[in-house]
């Protein structure tokens, strides 16, 4: 069993960046790859960027490719979005994902409660 917490959420001016963390209790997060997700107002949830458990393996959505960077340290169970160059409709909750996946962009099995991200215009 992995719970997931995510943070650092917030409001952001076009342009700006943020970086926003999943924090995991259990044991076996290390193990497990993991993924962020987000769903905007009105649309269903969308893959963002993927991470496998060893980090040497990302996927990122195309629409977020050279602006959005997936790292984790599993010494402090934590993984991470960094977000750059954001645009007003990168405006989300973001959601962090972990499990034993197969294809990293879905099949995970822990989620956290999600984050708000807003970036004004």
């Known amino acids: 069993q992995v719970q997931l917490v995510e943070s650092g959420g917030g409001l952001v001016q076009a342009g700006g960046s943020l970086r926003i963390s999943c924090a995991a209790s259990?044991?076996?997060?290390?193990?497990?790859?993991m993924g962020w997700f987000r769903q905007a107002p009105g649309k269903e949830r969308e893959f963002v960027a993927g991470?496998?458990?060893?980090?040497?393996?990302?996927e990122y959505a195309d629409s977020v490719k050279g602006r959005f960077t997936i790292s984790r340290d599993n010494a402090k169970n934590t993984g991470y979005l960094q977000m750059n160059s954001l645009k007003p409709e990168d405006t989300a909750v973001y959601y962090c994902?972990?499990?034993?996946?197969?294809?990293?962009?879905?099949?995970?099995?822990?989620w956290g409660q999600g984050t708000q991200v807003t970036v004004s215009s």
């Open positions: 994902a972990a499990g034993p996946t197969v294809i990293l962009a879905r099949g995970y099995r822990y």
């Open positions: 991470l496998s458990w060893s980090g040497s393996l990302s």
């Open positions: 259990g044991r076996t997060f290390s193990n497990y790859n």
